[in-house]
């Protein structure tokens, strides 16, 4: 499938009455009693197709909320639901890829990800099997190394596998949680290349942590930023407003590029430690956009001042 097939920059328009692929509904997750929540009140909506990140310091709840979209955790308060029907327990509809590889040391790349097939496909054969699973191990650049065992790749080459393991069973979702941190910058930007690639082949829905801002650009359609913790929540979703077709070397050029970049770390470094409990709604921000449309109407100067925001949907 071309990445033509993909959707528009902005996020798509919903037909009236029309409910998001993904929505996330007053999420709340406390440990104890008598301790604060780690975050609050979470809202936001994913769309089939879209790939999201979310960024935030440490200690916000971001690993906490995927392991919840995962069906591995139950949120204290609060609701989540793929395709109206409501997450409450593990599901080969989601799969993870976590920092960590998570590979069996004594099976092969093939049998790794072969494991995963068959819990999918109980019923196909031996050679159905193996098919599928080539199919993946190609897809991922592994090609030619599917009878090597973990202990004989390299770092990269093992999270490769866990990706192909991931899309493999064909999940409507896919849930990444800084699945290139451990990599050096070099490996990293092939891996990232190379998701790109197969997410734009099969229209994959993506929710990925990062604390890398540059990789948010690259490869999101949106970023959600959360406040700090406790009592996070996600403060607001800034749409990824540059082409779709981005590629690492050219995306620097872009000035777009710049205003993304600089509103993202501005947050990390600033407004994120501002922010306080009851924010509300989440806020949709679109940086640079909003600055230079209300200059050409005459509304602001353009400057690059703080732009433009509007509440975000959410379904009740």
Same mark, same amino acid.
């Given at each position: 499938?071309?990445?033509?097939?993909?959707?528009?920059?902005?996020?798509?328009?919903?037909?009236?009455?029309?409910?998001?692929?993904?929505?996330?509904?007053?999420?709340?997750?406390?440990?104890?009693?008598?301790?604060?929540?780690?975050?609050?009140? !979470?809202?936001?909506?994913?769309?089939?197709?879209?790939?999201?990140?979310?960024?935030?310091?440490?200690?916000?709840?971001?690993?906490?909320?995927?392991?919840?979209?995962?069906?591995?955790?139950?949120?204290?308060?609060?609701?989540?639901?793929?395709?109206?029907?409501?997450?409450?327990?593990?599901?080969?509809?989601?799969?993870?890829?976590?920092?960590?590889?998570?590979?069996?040391?004594?099976?092969?790349?093939?049998?790794?990800?072969?494991?995963?097939?068959?819990?999918?496909?109980?019923?196909?054969?031996?050679?159905?099997?193996?098919?599928?699973?080539?199919?993946?191990?190609?897809?991922?650049?592994?090609?030619?190394?599917?009878?090597?065992?973990?202990?004989?790749?390299? %770092?990269?080459?093992?999270?490769?596998?866990?990706?192909?393991? =991931?899309? =493999?069973?064909?999940?409507?979702?896919?849930?990444?949680?800084?699945?290139?941190?451990?990599?050096?910058?070099?490996?990293?930007?092939?891996?990232?290349?190379?998701?790109?690639?197969?997410?734009?082949?099969?229209?994959?829905?993506?929710?990925?942590?990062?604390?890398?801002?540059?990789?948010?650009?690259?490869?999101?359609?949106?970023?959600?930023?959360?406040?700090?913790?406790?009592?996070?929540?996600?403060?607001?979703?800034?749409?990824?407003?540059?082409?779709? @077709?981005?590629?690492?070397?050219?995306?620097?050029?872009?000035?777009?590029?710049?205003?993304?970049?600089?509103?993202?770390?501005?947050?990390?470094?600033? @407004?994120?430690?501002?922010?306080?409990? %009851?924010?509300?709604?989440?806020?949709?921000?679109?940086?640079?956009?909003?600055?230079?449309?209300?200059?050409?109407?005459?509304? %602001?100067?353009?400057? %690059?001042?703080?732009?433009?925001?509007?509440?975000?949907? !959410?379904?009740?």
């Amino acid at each position: 499938m071309s990445t033509k097939a993909l959707h528009a920059v902005s996020a798509p328009s919903m037909p009236a009455g029309a409910r998001s692929f993904l929505q996330v509904q007053s999420l709340t997750k406390r440990y104890g009693a008598d301790l604060p929540p780690v975050f609050e009140n !979470v809202n936001f909506d994913i769309e089939h197709g879209e790939f999201v990140c979310v960024i935030g310091h440490s200690g916000c709840g971001k690993s906490t909320i995927l392991n919840v979209l995962a069906g591995l955790e139950q949120p204290s308060s609060g609701h989540v639901l793929m395709e109206n029907r409501e997450v409450s327990g593990p599901s080969l509809d989601r799969g993870v890829v976590f920092q960590g590889h998570a590979l069996m040391p004594w099976l092969t790349v093939e049998a790794n990800i072969a494991f995963a097939v068959r819990s999918r496909h109980p019923e196909w054969t031996r050679e159905q099997v193996a098919a599928h699973c080539a199919r993946f191990i190609e897809m991922v650049g592994l090609t030619g190394s599917g009878r090597k065992k973990p202990s004989e790749l390299s %770092g990269g080459m093992r999270q490769r596998v866990g990706i192909a393991r =991931a899309f =493999a069973v064909e999940p409507k979702m896919l849930l990444l949680d800084e699945p290139f941190g451990a990599l050096d910058a070099l490996t990293r930007g092939v891996i990232q290349d190379e998701l790109l690639k197969i997410c734009a082949a099969t229209r994959q829905t993506v929710f990925m942590i990062t604390h890398d801002v540059d990789e948010a650009i690259l490869l999101s359609d949106k970023v959600l930023l959360m406040s700090n913790g406790p009592r996070a929540q996600v403060a607001e979703v800034v749409l990824n407003t540059l082409p779709k @077709r981005r590629q690492r070397e050219t995306i620097h050029h872009d000035p777009q590029f710049y205003r993304i970049r600089n509103h993202l770390v501005d947050f990390l470094v600033r @407004r994120s430690r501002q922010l306080q409990a %009851g924010l509300g709604e989440p806020r949709l921000v679109s940086p640079g956009i909003e600055s230079e449309r209300h200059a050409s109407a005459g509304t %602001g100067d353009g400057a %690059g001042g703080p732009d433009a925001v509007a509440p975000v949907q !959410v379904h009740a």
